[in-house]
C-alpha cells in the first residue's frame, strides 16, 4: 500500500510541473475610452491571444528591443516613435543598413478598432499578429530571420521567464513573439484630444475651429468626412483603402498588388486624423512635409486616374477650391484631433 501511495504522490507530482500547473496569466481588458464606447463598438481581440498583464509586458520588451534586428541597432520603436505617435519623422522609414524603405511609417494606436483587420498601407496583412512579422525579415527594414531571432530570445537571460510567465511556456516561437508584441500595440489607445473632450461637454472649440468642423464635413467644402469619419467616428478613418488621387499615372500599385484586381491599383490605406499634429510627413509615401501641403493636395492638386475614388468628386477641377480662409480654418480644426497626452503616456514609453 505504501508503494502504491509513493507512486501516486510522484504522479501527482509530475503532472503539476510548472508548465501544468493550473498557472495563468493575470487577464488585462483593454482601457475603452468613454468616446469609444458611446459610439463605436468593442474592439477586436482574438480568441486566441487574449490581453495580459505578463503578455503586454512582455510585448512592450520586445517592441523596444533591438534583439530583433539582424544587427541589434533597430527595434521596432525605431521606426513607430511614442514621439511620433508611434510613427517616425521622415518620409519612409530607414533600416538597418541606413536604406530608406519605400512607405512612410504609419503611426500606430487605437489598433484593436481596425474591424477590417487589413493592416499597412496596402492591406498586406490581414491580422495585426501577422503585421508583425514582416518587419523582422524584410531585407530593409530588421534584415533578420525567424530562426535567428528566436535563437537569441532563447539564450537570453530573462526572455524565457517572461515567457513562461506570458504564455505558460518557455519554448520562444515566431508565434508567442507575434502575439506578445500585438498584446501591447493594442494598449495603444489614443482618445484624449480636444475634440474629444468637446466632445464629452469637458472642453470647448474656438470659433475657427468649428469653422473648420463645418467645412470638414460640408460636401461643398472639405468633403472629408466620407473617408475619415465625424464626430460619431472617433477613430477619424474608415480603415478602407483609396485612391486618393496622388497621381495621374499609377506606379505604385498599393492594393492592387495584393489583391490582384486591377480596379483596387493605387488605393491606400485611408490613415487616421487623430495625431496629425505629430506624424508628418504625410502619404504613404511620406510626399507631403506639412499638412499644409496635404490640404492643397485636396484644394487644388487632385490628379485624375483610371481608379481614382469616386469620392473625389471635384477630380475635374483638380479639387474641392478652398479659400486660404477656410484651409487656416479646417487645419485648426484638425489639430484638435491630437493627443498631446497619447506621447508621455508612461505605460508606453521604453
Known amino acids: 500500500m505504501k508503494k502504491v501511495l509513493t507512486l501516486l504522490t510522484i504522479i501527482l507530482f509530475s503532472s503539476c510541473s510548472k508548465d ?110 501577422r503585421q508583425i512579422e514582416g518587419p523582422v525579415t524584410n531585407p530593409i527594414e530588421l534584415q533578420s530571420n525567424w530562426d535567428d531571432v528566436i535563437d537569441r530570445l532563447q539564450n537570453h537571460p530573462e526572455y524565457p521567464e517572461l515567457f513562461q510567465l506570458a504564455f505558460n511556456t518557455s519554448t520562444i516561437s515566431k508565434d508567442l513573439v507575434t502575439k506578445a508584441i500585438a498584446q501591447f500595440e493594442r494598449t495603444l489607445i489614443s482618445a484624449n484630444s480636444k475634440f474629444d473632450r468637446y466632445s464629452l461637454g469637458q472642453a470647448s472649440l474656438t470659433q475657427q475651429e468649428l469653422n473648420g468642423l463645418d467645412i470638414f464635413l460640408r460636401e461643398d467644402k472639405g468633403d472629408c468626412f466620407h473617408c475619415h469619419g465625424n464626430p460619431n467616428n472617433p477613430l477619424w478613418t474608415d480603415n478602407d483603402f483609396h485612391n486618393n488621387g496622388l497621381d495621374a499615372t499609377l506606379t505604385d500599385l498599393g492594393l492592387g498588388v495584393f489583391t490582384g484586381d486591377p480596379n483596387d491599383n493605387g488605393k491606400f490605406k485611408t490613415p487616421s486624423l487623430r495625431n496629425l499634429e505629430y506624424t508628418a510627413p504625410y502619404m504613404h509615401d511620406g510626399r507631403f512635409a506639412t499638412l499644409d501641403e496635404v490640404i492643397n493636395h485636396y484644394s487644388e492638386g487632385l490628379q485624375n486616374s483610371p481608379t481614382i475614388d469616386p469620392l473625389m468628386k471635384k477630380v475635374a477641377q483638380g479639387g474641392v477650391q478652398l479659400s486660404d480662409q477656410e484651409k487656416a480654418d479646417l487645419k485648426a480644426f484638425l489639430l484638435t484631433l491630437s493627443d498631446p497626452s497619447f506621447l508621455v503616456n508612461p505605460d508606453f514609453q521604453n
Open 20 to 129: 501544468d500547473s493550473g498557472y495563468q496569466p493575470a487577464a488585462l481588458p483593454l482601457d475603452v475610452p468613454e468616446i469609444f464606447s458611446n459610439n463605436i463598438i468593442p474592439p477586436i481581440i482574438p480568441t486566441d491571444n487574449p490581453q495580459t498583464v505578463e503578455g503586454v509586458a512582455l510585448g512592450k520588451k520586445l517592441f523596444f528591443d533591438e534583439i530583433l534586428s539582424s544587427d541589434g541597432s533597430k527595434s521596432c520603436a525605431s521606426c513607430h516613435s511614442p514621439q511620433n505617435a508611434f510613427s517616425d519623422n521622415t518620409p519612409t522609414s530607414i533600416g538597418v543598413a541606413g536604406v530608406a524603405g519605400f512607405r512612410n511609417s504609419m503611426p500606430l494606436f487605437n489598433l484593436a478598432w481596425n474591424y477590417n483587420e487589413r493592416f499597412t498601407w496596402t492591406g498586406r496583412e490581414l491580422s495585426l499578429e
